[in-house]
Antibody, heavy 120, light 113 residues
Framework: QVQLVESGGGVVQPGGSLRLSCAAS????????MHWVRQTPGKGLEWVTF????????YIADSVKGRFTVSRDNSKNTLYLQMNSLRPEDTAVYYC?????????????WGHGTQVTVSS | DIVMTQSPASLAVSLGERATINCKSS????????????LAWYQQKPGQPPSLLVY???TRESGVPDRFSGSGSGTDFTLTITSLQAEDVAVYYC?????????FGGGTKVEIK
């Protein structure tokens, strides 16, 4: 069955960096687009970024543009989110999610999430 | 950005009764090219990540009980749970995938009366 396991979260000071990883299994990772979505008690669910199956293109939310970068290594079945210049408002649970198809925007599976806390 | 507005924010329904959740988008989610509504519904139970219930506004995801149904078109959508079960206690979210950025509604918390 589909498994998405996030890692790399933690506590970081404002202005710091973190790299999240998502290990995927149970499906042919090469054939599916992926998204990162974050959740906070105050702002609810917020989509962060999308990457096509072949990393041919991606989209990113304006709130993180220029600070966050999505990438993937299809040889390792792993999705990444590089987060730089972190701000307190980036504090959230970050979910790795699988799309329905090659370039699909429909999210059909979610990992259990990793907590990112930005605080001094 | 497309704004998704859900109502009510919470509702309490007796076991076996119907629950109706509404979702309104700030612009039409109906594509003229394929005549599909780019809307999904998710269920999030306490302590768990969301799970997909419905996509294309009315297509039930595999394995989702048929007491869950989605309807609507354009800017107005509804998720209906007929005969509410105890395991349906959750927060429900609508989400548009018509364009980037994908956006979610604020959620509707469903409880047992």
């Amino acid at each position: 069955q589909v498994q998405l396991v996030e890692s790399g979260g933690g506590v970081v000071q404002p202005g710091g960096s973190l790299r999240l990883s998502c290990a995927a299994s149970g499906f042919n990772f090469n054939n599916y687009a992926m998204h990162w979505v974050r959740q906070t008690p105050g702002k609810g669910l917020e989509w962060v970024t999308f990457i096509r199956y072949d990393a041919g293109y991606n989209y990113i939310a304006d709130s993180v543009k220029g600070r966050f970068t999505v990438s993937r290594d299809n040889s390792k079945n792993t999705l990444y989110l590089q987060m730089n210049s972190l701000r307190p408002e980036d504090t959230a649970v970050y979910y790795c999610t699988k799309a329905q198809g090659l370039g699909s925007f429909i999210i059909d599976y979610w990992g259990h999430g990793t907590q990112v806390t930005v605080s001094s | 950005d497309i704004v998704m507005t859900q109502s009510p924010a919470s509702l309490a329904v007796s076991l076996g009764e119907r629950a109706t959740i509404n979702c309104k988008s700030s612009q039409s989610l109906l594509s003229s090219s394929d005549n599909k509504n780019y809307l999904a519904w998710y269920q999030q139970k306490p302590g768990q990540p969301p799970s997909l219930l419905v996509y294309w506004a009315s297509t039930r995801e595999s394995g989702v009980p048929d007491r869950f149904s989605g309807s609507g078109s354009g800017t107005d959508f509804t998720l209906t749970i007929t005969s509410l079960q105890a395991e349906d206690v959750a927060v429900y979210y609508c989400q548009q995938y018509y364009n980037s950025p994908l956006t979610f509604g604020g959620g509707t918390k469903v409880e047992i009366k």
